[in-house]
């Protein structure tokens, strides 16, 4: 607590709340997620392309298997860092978040079509003798939670966010003006003297 005359003012992170604890869960738990999924994949990147393809997505071409394969692992990754780091939190938590429902809906068209593959998520994917639809789709979509919540309140504590844009320090008194022998108006103290008028 700082004291300031006869009142208090809270320090910063004593102004912290559950739902500030509750976002720095999500951020780290959702970025944490992509590093590892992005991590594993990005050594084989032409196995990833075979999980895409895995899916069997006939409005999909060639090309854009490729594309997704390639690119998917990369940008788990970058968005793993953004999150684990709290940079840019909204943008890469509404990235990270629809990113879980690109899976989510994937997954589930698999499962409807009657295919047996693994999601490939945290692996190279590809046929499975034991899909875990169910299982893939509720995890994918608590994940999707948390970039849903951080997208919403994406202001955590110990995040680069609150380092790069933290608000300005000038204090907001709107008696200042009136209480400063060294203008005689309020027009004065935003003009100035030697400003043309």
């Not at 939190?89 to 809906?105: C, K, N, Q």
């Not at 945290?122 to 939670?145: C, H, M, N, V």
């Not at 000038?170 to 103290?189: G, L, V, W």
Request: net charge negative; hydrophobic share 45%; with cysteine.
């Amino acid at each position: 607590m700082i004291e300031s005359g006869t009142s208090t003012v809270a320090s910063p992170s004593s102004r912290r709340t559950r739902k500030d604890w509750v976002g720095l869960a999500c951020r780290l738990v959702l970025g944490g997620v992509l590093l590892y999924a992005g991590a594993v994949k990005i050594g084989n990147l032409e196995g990833n392309v075979l999980s895409v393809r895995a899916y069997q997505i006939e409005w999909l071409p060639y090309s854009m298997e490729r594309m997704i394969g390639y690119s998917l692992p990369i940008l788990e990754i970058i968005l793993g860092l953004l999150l684990l780091a709290g940079l840019f939190t909204r943008v890469s938590a509404l990235v990270g978040a629809l990113t879980m429902l690109a899976f989510i809906a994937a997954i589930g068209s698999a499962w409807a079509r009657g295919l047996s593959i693994d999601c490939g998520c945290f692996s190279q994917g590809g046929e499975t003798e034991d899909p875990k639809y169910l299982q893939e789709i509720l995890r994918d979509a608590a994940f999707f939670a948390c970039g849903a919540w951080l997208a919403w309140r994406p202001k955590t504590p110990f995040s680069v966010d609150n380092w790069l844009f933290r608000p300005s320090t000038i204090p907001h008194d709107p008696d200042h003006f009136a209480h400063n022998d060294d203008f005689d108006t309020d027009e004065d103290a935003l003009v100035g003297e030697d400003t043309p008028r």
